[in-house]
């Protein structure tokens, strides 16, 4: 149920997404040099996460193990408090979707499979925020790796340059 480690070829953090840097990158580092928070893990060639993708890293009994930096914003938790909680407490199937993340997806990713699987996901604490995952192999040690595409995500705060454009659009703001 292991992926061979010549097919995991490409160098990722779990936590800030980038390559392992510099000339040493090629020595076996477990912690990134980059941002000293995340593990480096490694990919599928052409599947690795890009460095502003949210992530998440899911073991085989379907429990968090990884939360990306930009995963967190997302989500709106930190790392340690989102780490070894099963996914079921954060993440669900948006309504009339019969088809959420499960045990034999992942454990398909998990033994090698070459496809990217697919799946669409919402928060459990606000449904407002769905994504679509790809979930693909990643290692060692053997686990998922889900990257997250948002679909929908609530509004956030605009930024001020922002209100004043729409506050002059709207006639509230004399230019």
């Not at 889900?146 to 605009?158: D, E, G, K, N, V």
């Amino acid at each position: 149920m292991h992926a061979p480690r010549a097919d995991l070829s490409q160098a990722f953090c779990s936590y800030c997404g980038y390559p392992p840097m510099g000339r040493r990158r090629s020595l076996t580092r477990r912690v990134c040099m980059r941002c000293h928070m995340g593990t480096v893990l490694r990919a599928p060639p052409g599947f690795q996460p890009r460095s502003h993708e949210p992530l998440l890293i899911v073991d085989l009994h379907l429990r968090l193990q990884a939360v990306s930096r930009h995963a967190e914003g997302m989500l709106m938790v930190d790392e340690p408090a989102a780490v070894d909680v099963p996914l079921e407490e954060s993440w669900c199937a948006p309504p009339f979707r019969t088809n959420s993340i499960s045990p034999t997806m992942v454990g398909r990713a998990v033994g090698g499979s070459r496809l990217a699987t697919r799946v669409q996901l919402r928060t459990v604490d606000d449904p407002g925020i769905e994504v679509v995952a790809r979930v693909l192999r990643c290692g060692p040690p053997p686990a998922a790796l889900l990257i997250l595409t948002p679909l929908r995500t609530p509004r956030t705060r605009r930024s001020e340059r922002a209100q004043r454009r729409a506050a002059v659009a709207d006639g509230s703001l004399a230019a």
